[in-house]
């Protein structure tokens, strides 16, 4: 399974613009520049997108975690906060937190957190971030059960 995606940039890098497109279409010519990536400006930005690529695969790999476990989540959402520091000349990005509120019926909290991390560590994005990566849990039990027997 190959994924694709375009980036096209013209002129300098701080008065430039450029243009993010992806296979599926998702995005098409959405633009991006120096201003969206640090400034204020609208647009879209590469951290932003590895943000999004973060909690969306780790969300998916918790719930199908979950479901080998015999459970399903009546919600879980995840955030994540892609850190960018100065590092000599240039720019890194250092560390990904994710923050996820949860619930999900007949589980107790050991078990879920345990989960959670085995999917934060295992998820295929996170494999592929080479920085430090953290997980900061809400956890709920829900009142009602939606879940498959254990």
């Known amino acids: 399974m190959d994924r694709k995606a375009t980036a096209v940039w013209r002129g300098n890098l701080q ?4 243009e993010i497109s992806t296979e599926s279409g998702v995005l098409r ?14 647009g879209a930005n590469p951290d932003e997108l590895i943000a999004a690529a973060h909690a969306s695969c780790f969300t998916m790999a918790l719930s199908g975690a979950l ?3 015999g459970y399903i989540a009546d919600s879980l959402e995840t955030s994540a906060t ?8 240039g720019f890194a990005i250092t560390s990904s937190k994710l ?3 949860a619930q999900v019926p007949d589980i107790d909290r050991g078990t879920f957190e345990s ?8 998820c295929p994005v996170s494999k592929a971030l080479n920085l ?16 498959a027997s254990h």
């Open 99 to 101: 923050r996820l509120r």
């Open 15 to 18: 008065n430039g613009k450029g």
């Open 29 to 42: 010519n959405t633009p991006y520049s120096f201003s969206t990536r640090f400034g204020e400006a609208s």
């Open 82 to 89: 892609v850190t960018v520091e100065k590092q000599g000349d």
């Open 67 to 69: 479901a080998k476990k």
């Open 132 to 147: 430090k990566i953290s997980l900061d849990v809400d956890f709920h039990q829900s009142l009602h059960s939606t879940s």
């Open 115 to 122: 989960i959670a991390n085995d999917a934060k560590a295992n």
